[in-house]
């Protein structure tokens, strides 16, 4: 129930929300369903909302598979003053179907057309016609690992569309790709046409007409003198027609001058052009991290023990059916060992403290990091555990009622936890994209909450995926920005009240 009302009266409306989730995998065919619902009056952001997510996906023998889906929301608040300009209201479909293809083994291919509906009354014409954007489109995504550390990814997608502004059907497209070879990195992206209702009123008000946009980002990394000195250097490269070009070209470089500490400097060149001017900015950055160590008195070293094995049956115990990982690399902090004959190694008069053990993926085997507080002598075992590609982009849900935030998609945090709740964690590239490696199996992926602004939210919730080797698995999270109030005050004239 909600009370409210303005200038002092009082009004009641009863009000309520509700949702519904299923998540669950029948003969192969995976069914993911997300509901919500909500009256108009509901108190909070998600009032007067209806949100429908319904997928189908058949996950087939040669680990093929085809989708179908389709997403409906419907946004109406209510509220009990009548301070607003006018009753908000928009209207999303989106629907799709897909296939996606393994071609030589390590090339995956989908292919995926769909509809999309948005409407709204925030742009409404002389007739009181509800501002629309219809679009018929295909998306098509290319993924190809060349090898461990070469990796090609392309997404392109294309159709056309019509609005309250034109009824003809326009071309629009755009595409993403990236691509990565040992130290280099280079993100590109290019879009004509329009493929959001705001977008149109934008290029309408700017008298731009057709928009195109252009970002390009080449970066690169690089280690020297055994890791201890670390270096990067991006460049960032955008153009569109409403805004002209825009420059940022970011270097940093650390070096560890002793144990646990470390000098850094970081140069940041920024240039935007907006449409009444330009503006520049020149940031340089120095400064010194040190790790502080608590002291311990009568300590003594000690040898640790490492033993690696690879675990076939994937129980995280070596039994029968196990082997032994010898020749494996392993490091100890920065110091390399490999492993004998019988998968172990010893590092002698280890000091005590907190260190950090990494053994590189080799051949698809591979084991998490771990950190140990060493105190003593100590056996550890590590179990190796074949692993799959786990990969996706974040996205973003706005209307012309959505906060103005920066909508960054570099930084955010992505948690994948298996069934045996081992969680990994990652974050995103500038261009929204993640990646794991990670051992086969059934895995939860979600969007840490804790590292999006307050304006921003997650509203698909868990999604769910299985690992398999040697396959490329992806899942794509969207990320919602919150609505924000708008109020309007009202004024008359004392001559109207006589």
Request: cysteine-free; charged content about 20%.
């Amino acid at each position: 129930m909600n009370t409210g009302g303005p200038d002092g009266g009082g009004s009641t409306k009863y009000s309520y929300a509700a949702g519904m989730e299923f998540s669950g995998t029948i003969n192969k065919v995976i069914v993911n369903s997300s509901n919500y619902v909500s009256s108009g009056y509901y108190p909070g952001t998600r009032r007067g909302a209806l949100n429908l997510s319904e997928r189908i996906t058949w996950a087939r023998p040669t680990g093929n598979n085809i989708w179908g889906g389709i997403e409906y929301s419907k946004y109406t608040p209510k509220f009990f003053t009548n301070a607003f300009l006018f009753e908000q209201s928009s209207i999303n479909t989106r629907a799709e179907i897909g296939i996606s293809e393994r071609l030589f083994k390590n090339i995956t291919l989908s292919f995926s057309p769909y509809y999309t509906n948005e409407e709204n009354n925030a742009f409404q014409s002389q007739d009181g016609k509800k501002s629309f954007l219809r679009s018929w489109n295909v998306l098509t995504t290319l993924n190809v690992p060349i090898s461990e550390k070469q990796y090609i990814s392309v997404n392109a997608e294309g159709g056309f569309y019509d609005s309250f502004i034109n009824n003809k059907k326009l071309l629009r497209f755009r595409s993403y790709s990236s691509y990565r070879a040992g130290l280099f990195n280079l993100m590109a992206s290019f879009q004509t046409g329009t493929f959001y209702l705001g977008e149109i009123a934008n290029n309408f008000q700017a008298k731009a007409g057709r928009n195109y946009i252009i970002n390009i980002t080449p970066t690169i990394q690089q280690n020297f003198f055994r890791n201890k000195l670390r270096t990067e250097l991006g460049i960032n490269y955008n153009n569109t027609k409403l805004y002209g070009q825009s420059w940022q070209m970011t270097g940093r470089a650390e070096y560890d001058i002793m144990r646990n500490t470390s000098f850094f400097s970081t140069l940041n060149h920024n240039r935007y052009t907006f449409i009444d001017g330009q503006y520049t900015s020149n940031i340089l950055q120095v400064g010194i991290t040190k790790k502080m160590r608590s002291a311990r008195v009568g300590s003594k070293n000690d040898p640790l023990e490492v033993f690696v094995f690879k675990d076939i049956n994937q129980n995280g115990v070596y039994d029968t059916g196990d082997s032994v990982a010898t020749n494996h690399l392993i490091y100890v902090n920065d110091i390399v060992f490999m492993t004998k004959e019988d998968g172990s190694v010893i590092y002698k008069n280890l000091p005590p403290g907190e260190y950090r053990i990494t053994l590189p993926k080799i051949k698809g085997w591979y084991a998490p990091d771990q950190r140990i507080n060493f105190n003593k002598k100590e056996k550890i075992e590590i179990p190796l555990q074949k692993t799959g590609t786990l990969k996706g982009k974040i996205s973003y849900e706005f209307t012309e009622f959505s906060y103005e935030t920066g909508r960054e998609k570099e930084g955010v945090k992505i948690t994948a936890v298996s069934e045996s709740g081992q969680s990994y964690v990652t974050r995103t590239s500038s261009d929204g994209s993640y990646v794991f490696f990670v051992p086969v199996g059934k895995y939860t992926v979600r969007v840490n909450a804790e590292s999006l602004p307050p304006e921003v939210e997650s509203l698909q919730g868990d999604q769910h995926t299985e690992i398999v080797p040697g396959e490329i698995k992806s899942v794509s999270l969207v990320l919602n920005v919150k609505q924000r109030k708008i109020e309007t005050k009202r004024f008359s004239s004392p001559s109207l009240r006589k």
